[in-house]
C-alpha cells in the first residue's frame, strides 16, 4: 500500500498517534477478556422448522478488522515520521518534529526559534512555505 503524504493526513497525524494506544489497548482486551466475544443467530432444522439459536464465541473478523486498522494507522505514523526525518533543512525539520511529534503550540515553536513576538512566522514561513514547495496540498 502506497502511502502519500497530504496535508489532510499532515493535519491528521496528531489524532493517528494518539489512536494507536487505544487500538493496542482494545486488541489486548479483546484476546483476554469477554471482550473479544461475540454472538450471532442461526436457525436449527432438527425438528423440520426454523427456531431461531444463538451461539456465542470469538469474534475473529471484528478482531481481524481492528487490527488491520491498526497497521493501516502505524504505517502511516511511519511514513509521515520519515518523510519528516527525511526534510533537509535544519530549521524546517525542527518545526516540523516540534509541530507533528512533539505536540508544541506554534506560540511555543515561534519562542524556540528565536521568534517570540510573531508565532506566524513558523506556520506561515517555514511550514506552509515548505509545503507549497514540496507541492502537498
Known amino acids: 500500500?502506497?502511502?502519500?503524504?497530504?496535508?489532510?493526513?499532515?493535519?491528521?497525524?496528531?489524532?493517528?498517534?494518539?489512536?494507536?494506544?487505544?487500538?493496542?489497548?482494545?486488541?489486548?482486551?479483546?484476546?483476554?477478556?469477554?471482550?473479544?466475544?461475540?454472538?450471532?443467530?442461526?436457525?436449527?432444522?432438527?425438528?423440520?422448522?426454523?427456531?431461531?439459536?444463538?451461539?456465542?464465541?470469538?469474534?475473529?473478523?471484528?478482531y481481524d478488522r481492528r487490527r488491520?486498522?491498526?497497521?493501516?494507522?502505524?504505517?502511516?505514523?511511519?511514513?509521515i515520521d520519515q518523510w519528516i526525518d527525511d526534510i533537509k533543512d535544519g530549521q524546517t525539520r525542527c518545526v516540523f518534529r516540534m509541530f507533528y511529534r512533539q505536540g508544541m503550540t506554534w506560540k511555543i515553536i515561534a519562542k524556540q526559534i528565536g521568534m517570540p513576538h510573531n508565532e506566524d512566522y513558523p506556520r506561515v514561513c517555514i511550514r506552509d512555505a515548505y509545503l507549497k514547495k514540496m507541492k502537498i496540498t
Open 1 to 62: 500500500m502506497e502511502i502519500k503524504v497530504t496535508r489532510d493526513l499532515l493535519d491528521h497525524y496528531r489524532k493517528l498517534k494518539q489512536e494507536i494506544p487505544v487500538l493496542e489497548l482494545e486488541l489486548q482486551m479483546m484476546k483476554n477478556t469477554e471482550a473479544g466475544l461475540g454472538n450471532d443467530t442461526i436457525f436449527d432444522y432438527k425438528t423440520g422448522y426454523p427456531r431461531p439459536q444463538s451461539i456465542v464465541g470469538f469474534d475473529q473478523q471484528k
Open 68 to 79: 488491520k486498522t491498526l497497521e493501516c494507522k502505524k504505517e502511516k505514523v511511519r511514513v
